[in-house]
């Protein structure tokens, strides 16, 4: 009875915590969404994926190509039309910036914190491990979506005002009306998100393994790059299936009269499958974690 009332008197609840606490009220999501978008970092990435398209549409206007040669691909077929033109921005984009993209916002999510010296003191507030990685991660989410979907938004816009709504044609010659090449773009939007989640899940395991920002993004590109690499060596094949970016172009196939949705649900099952595996290790990592900084 006298501990009860001692604990009372000093304000703490029967289980030890202050009393009015409330775990699910710590760091709430708005917050560190709105911490993140006012960092310079996601300010000029954001910057960067508006201004790309109206780089590479510069490039299609004042370039020449000398040699006359085509390849037969999307790159000849860009100024074809307005989602032509998304094809290609999301072509080239897709072996590089998209997935460091993601690597940047869920490698810097928990390092970041720790290089700064503010992870102690945000635990001691304090935010259960738990939740402050998983609101991390989605804050992290959000914005990596929100930049995937930027990307060829933008792209569309300058497609339509300087190439005109057309349709939609594949080099095998297949051609879709601009209505279902907006569907389509709409749902390569989406696997791009899903296939990228591998990404997501190694960048936040290194996130909470070093405290290193800088370490975590550019060992989780280094992986990716390593992996594309290793895509290209025929000799491996049937092995390159179990590669993570061996399936990252397969929404190409919505660009025709007869998809063909095999490579896009291997390639979502894979990516899934490592973001799980990745994503087990980083909470386990970051349970058992001494934090020191």
């Known amino acids: 009875m006298e501990v009860a009332a001692n604990r009372e008197s000093t304000g703490f609840g029967a289980d030890g915590a202050v009393e009015g606490f409330r775990a699910g009220r710590t760091l709430p999501l708005w917050v560190e969404l709105k911490r993140q978008l006012k960092r310079r970092r996601t300010q000029f ?7 790309l398209p109206f780089i590479l549409w510069a490039a299609f206007e004042f370039g020449s190509d000398s040699s006359g040669r085509r390849s037969g691909g999307f790159v000849d077929l860009a100024t074809a039309s307005a989602p032509n033109f998304v094809v290609f921005v999301l072509f080239a984009a897709g072996s590089f910036l998209l997935p460091m993209i993601v690597a940047l916002f869920f490698g810097d999510t928990i390092a970041s914190e720790a290089s700064w010296s503010s992870l102690k003191y945000l635990l001691a507030m304090p935010i259960p491990r738990h939740r402050l990685l998983r609101q991390k991660a989605v804050a992290s ?10 990307l060829p938004l933008v792209a569309l816009v300058v497609g339509v005002v300087f190439y005109g709504a057309g349709e939609a044609v594949s080099p095998t010659g297949d051609a879709i009306s601009f209505s279902d090449s907006m569907l389509a773009m709409l749902f390569a939007v989406i696997y791009i998100s899903v296939n990228l989640l591998w990404v997501a899940g190694l960048a936040l395991f290194l996130s909470v393994t070093t405290d290193a920002p800088l370490g975590a993004v550019g060992g989780t590109v280094l992986v990716a790059i390593l992996s594309q690499i290793l895509d290209q060596i025929t000799a491996l094949g049937g092995l390159r299936d179990f590669l993570p ?6 929404w190409s196939d919505l660009i025709s009269t007869d998809i063909d949705w095999s490579n896009m649900t291997q390639g979502a099952f894979s990516a899934i499958t490592y973001a799980g595996i990745f994503g087990l290790l980083a909470a386990r990592r970051f349970r058992t974690k001494d934090i020191t900084s």
């Open 245 to 250: 970016t061996h399936f990252a172009f397969a």
């Open 141 to 150: 989410a959000l914005l990596s979506v929100f930049a995937l979907a930027l």
């Open 45 to 51: 990435l954001l910057g960067f994926l508006v201004l």
